[in-house]
């Protein structure tokens, strides 16, 4: 009897390496803009509130989470008008991903049918074959200057009896799409007459552009106990490797979320003493990131529609760009492989997102510095490892196809 015949059939199969194992092992002249991992340093007030935490012996277990964290992640809530009870209505977690996974442990059961926009994050549906769900694409369109938008008319027709969410992020990865007052009430119009819960994962609401405002789903009226927020500090306070996240729903829905067993992971209580400091400001750290992205965004954007055969859009929020590449006459898998075979820079295929509308798009993520003239002193990187350079590879790339 071999050894995967033991286990669980929905992790078998081929083992997969993940980004940033592959960042680790890559050779010195690749550059990747591949994971989504913020390259800034974070804030030594931030660092030093772990130092002292441990110091003062916050070391002991803490898995319902610091209420004082509670407290301050509701206290964030209230720029978006939206008032939280800390205590009857936030979970911390293990970052976002745990977020997820707690939402879907929750709410489905063996046969239950999940919505995901084509293209969407990845990494929000594939926790359902641990549940027996069933993921449904439902495919967004684009409107008449390339912005992908959602179609509630295909939304629609992608609801069924055996609907139980729609999984779905403000702003998008990796459209950069933030969603409207209008789009949100259209979907929490369905959430209300098909009876299902709206899963929105909002962490990259501090990084949206072009006088764009953010709107949490569950602020719409009725949605509290519809709706289940992830959010996370991974990307607004660049901690990736810290892991600290929440959730947010109405108290009714949060009493059976917090059932779920939370024993086997949670946040360390020097990093949630952490995340207190950093939510209760200040917020210099976190707009000046933003100010970089639209830098980058803005820099790399012009760039790409100087290049044969591509369009790209300037993304509504988040910091990933999706450029269109279809016109090279490659599959984007094609077209990232040979980039990375001809060039070396590591970008992720659309169809990774979506098979079917993600598809002749590529993802890119702006999580380099734009040239050494741009960074900050304390950020060391080789001048061929810039944004810079990576438009420099992919330009030469593309118009090899070109010729």
Known sequence: MSIESLVKKEIRGPVRISPTRLRLKMPPDVISLAAGDPNFLLPEYIADAVYKAIREGYTHYCFGGDPELKEAIARYYKKFGYEADPMKQVIITAGGSQGIFQAYATILNPGDEVIAFDPSYGGGRSPLRYFGAKLVFSPMKKDAEG?????????????????????????????????????????????????????????YTEFIWGGKKHIPIISLPDMEDRTIVIMAMTKMFAWAGMRTGWIISGPNLTSYINRVPTGITGVPWPIQKAAIVALNGPWDFVKGQAAEYEERIDYCVKRLNEMPNIKCVKPEGAFYLFPDISATGLKSAEFCAKLFEQEKLRIVPGSAYGPAVGEGHVRIALVRPLSTQTMPSWFKVEPDKTLEAAMDRLERFTKSLAK
């Not at 999984?167 to 949100?184: A, D, R, S």
Request: zero cysteines; a negative charge; hydrophobic letters at 40%.
């Open 147 to 203: 912005y992908f938008r959602i179609d509630i008319e295909a939304l629609k027709e992608k609801i069924t009896e055996k609907t139980k969410a729609l999984y779905m992020e403000n702003p998008g990865n990796p459209t950069g799409i933030v969603y409207t007052k209008e789009e949100l009430e259209a979907i929490a119009d369905l959430a209300k007459d098909h009876n299902f819960i709206v899963i929105s994962d909002e962490i």
